[in-house]
T-cell receptor, first 115, second 108 residues
């Protein structure tokens, strides 16, 4: 079974641009959650999607948004990029919603650099 | 708010046993999880405690005491490949809250 796939692996953008990151969950998994990882703030929860609906959202500005498609693939969008958005963005999948699942499967992430 | 505290770094020798502690301040959560992350890699699930007590999975064990707001990950028979960052996390209402991570260095 293929693992969680995130594309692209690396991305370089400039301030003010927008970016879209993609996450394909493990086949059969219906929940996708997103995280931002930085050396200073660690791993922070962004949001979770289950059956195309956002179930939970972390403490991030509205510039961070996401969606999930009927095949459970998810995209995350960041608009008006700021230097502080430079981070490793990880997605994780699980069979059911996060309220019922303790085991998440993570992708290798997208390393975003904002110049 | 919620916060989980872990030591930032731990060093141990090959073959030894090491314990990584996680103390938390949170009003309620489903359980305590542990994840391992090698440099530049994906975090991988290690263990989960829904109830108080010890959970054992091979060389790794995890413990939770809700009354003490405390948990730990125990790694036995350390190997060089165990050098990585280890994160505790609580699932609070469907949001996963992580500790800052403990960087474990295993020396020969």
């Amino acid at each position: 079974k293929a693992g969680v796939t995130q594309t692209p692996r690396y991305l370089i953008k400039t301030r003010g641009q927008q970016v879209t990151l993609s996450c394909s969950p493990i086949s059969g998994h219906r929940s996708v959650s997103w995280y931002q990882q930085t050396p200073g703030q660690g791993l922070q929860f962004l949001f979770e999607y289950f059956s195309e609906t956002q179930r939970n959202k972390g403490n991030f500005p509205g510039r961070f948004s996401g969606r999930q498609f009927s095949n459970s693939r998810s995209e995350m969008n960041v608009s008006t990029l700021e230097l502080g958005d430079s981070a490793l963005y990880l997605c994780a999948s699980s069979l059911g919603p996060m309220t019922t699942n303790e085991k998440l499967f993570f992708g290798s992430g997208t390393q975003l650099s904002v110049l | 708010g919620q916060s989980l505290e872990q030591p930032s770094e731990v060093t141990a020798v090959e073959g030894a046993i090491v314990q990584i502690n996680c103390t938390y301040q949170t009003s309620g959560f489903y359980g305590l999880s542990w994840y391992q992350q090698h440099d530049g890699g994906a975090p991988t699930f290690l263990s989960y405690n829904a109830l108080d007590g010890l959970e054992e999975t091979g060389r790794f064990s995890s413990f939770l005491s809700r009354s003490d707001s405390y948990g730990y990950l125990l790694l036995q028979e350390l190997q060089m490949k165990d050098s990585a960052s280890y994160f505790c996390a609580v699932n609070q209402g469907g949001k996963l809250i992580f500790g800052q991570g403990t960087e474990l260095s295993v020396k020969p």
